[in-house]
């Protein structure tokens, strides 16, 4: 099994910054990706930004050139620096992920961020 734990939501005015955190635990064999995904109030959760094992990025088009996103070498460690920000941005963010445990390859889930952009 794999635990996934999200960290950095808040709230922060138009044009702020937060970095998101996610950090993975248990009995990871392997990584192949891990990716940010967000669900706004009646919306449905979208892909927010995502990170392969090969080292390789993908963005949303909304969040391109304002969010980044990284993980570190041992693939324990998410994050995601997010700068100017705008209301639009406010949902739940996710962390997932792709690990090879025990029983195989499995997707995975963390609980959830709030990221609230008001002013």
């Known amino acids: 099994q794999v635990q996934l734990v999200e960290s950095g939501g808040g709230l922060v005015q138009p044009g702020g910054s937060l970095r998101l955190s996610c950090a993975a635990s248990?009995?990871?064999?392997?990584?192949?990706?891990m990716g940010w995904y967000r669900q706004a109030p009646g919306s449905q959760r979208e892909s927010v930004a995502t990170?392969?094992?090969?080292?390789?990025?993908m963005y949303a088009d909304s969040v391109r050139g304002r969010f980044t996103i990284s993980r570190d070498n041992a693939g324990n460690t998410m994050w995601m620096q997010m700068n100017n920000l705008q209301p639009e941005d406010t949902a739940v963010y996710y962390c997932?992920?792709?690990?090879?445990?025990?029983?195989?390859?499995?997707?995975?889930w963390g609980q959830g961020t709030q990221v609230t952009v008001s002013s």
């Open positions: 248990g009995s990871i064999f392997s990584v192949s990706f």
């Open positions: 990170f392969f094992d090969s080292g390789n990025t």
């Open positions: 997932s992920g792709r690990f090879r445990s025990g029983g195989g390859w499995n997707d995975y």
